[in-house]
């Protein structure tokens, strides 16, 4: 079955529409917040719960064939197609009132990303990538985006959600001495820090640990807009784990070497 990809593209920014109702509805709203696991705070909110069965069933009913991954619920299918879903990307934030926690949208076709929309809804601001199309709109403004020609790490500002979340703590100090070497480090992004790199106004995202609703919607809206995103051992990101962001290919080769780069020896 081939889609119509301007087809899809329409059907995306309606789900990201019935979503960012759902959210706002509930967001600086007094909810019960619950831990998803016991060891460490991993929330979830009614507003997680209930846009995800709302995205799920709307696609169940227009594509029944599609398989669909989700952070809080999946209905996976043998399909070639598969959208992945983040209902709100930074739950932390948003049960916090910061504005910067964002919906997550992809499709996937045979395992290739071939679309990805990031809502943030707190600022109204949506951002688009697919087919060698990048944009943002902003107040019903649409915008093209394009990343920073920025090409040095001494000078590149670094972005990342927190350090302290990262896998592990091998992962965190590459990270640390990552942002001695850059320009500026800003921490607490979420989703949105891909999305200001997407715009130019940051060159490097760095995290570790991510699920694959964590960062498929992003992929598209980086590459379409001239940046570079691998794993950071250069693999893809389609199933999460280690990210590393960069306006370009050969930043992100200097970001990598600093991040995979061995301990000498005592």
């Not at 399909?79 to 996937?108: A, R």
């Not at 943030?120 to 920073?148: C, F, H, W």
């Not at 590459?174 to 989703?191: A, H, I, P, Y």
Request: glycine content about 6%; hydrophobic content about 35%.
């Amino acid at each position: 079955m081939t889609e119509n990809i301007d087809k899809l593209v329409k059907f995306s920014n309606f789900l990201a529409d019935e979503a960012r109702k759902i959210s706002m509805k509930y967001f600086k709203k007094k909810i019960n917040v619950l831990s998803k696991v016991k060891k460490e705070f991993d929330p979830v909110t009614i507003a997680d719960i209930n846009i995800q069965k709302k995205i799920n069933k709307i696609i169940d009913d227009t594509y029944p064939s599609h398989s669909i991954i989700g952070e809080e619920e999946s209905k996976l299918k043998e399909s070639e197609y598969e959208w992945c879903i983040d209902p709100i990307d930074g739950t932390k934030s948003f049960i916090q009132g910061v504005p910067l926690w964002g919906t997550l949208i992809s499709i996937t076709k045979n395992n290739k990303i071939i679309l990805g929309i990031a809502d943030i809804p707190a600022l109204d601001e949506r951002y688009i990538g697919y087919s060698g199309n990048a944009y943002k709109i902003v107040k019903n403004v649409k915008t093209k985006l394009k990343v920073s020609n920025l090409n040095t790490i001494s000078e590149s500002i670094l972005n990342t959600t927190s350090p302290y979340v990262f896998a592990n703590k091998s992962d965190q100090l590459s990270f640390e001495k990552l942002s001695k070497k850059v320009k500026s480090t800003r921490l607490g992004g979420d989703c949105y820090s891909y999305c200001l790199l997407a715009d130019g106004h940051v060159d490097i995202v760095v995290e570790s640990g991510l699920k694959p609703w964590d960062i498929r919607a992003l992929e598209p809206i980086i590459l379409n807009s001239g940046g570079f995103i691998k794993s950071w051992d250069g693999n893809s990101i389609l199933n999460g784990g280690r990210i590393v962001a960069c306006n370009s290919k050969s930043l992100f080769k200097k970001v990598q070497k600093v991040l995979i780069k061995k301990n000498p020896a005592k």
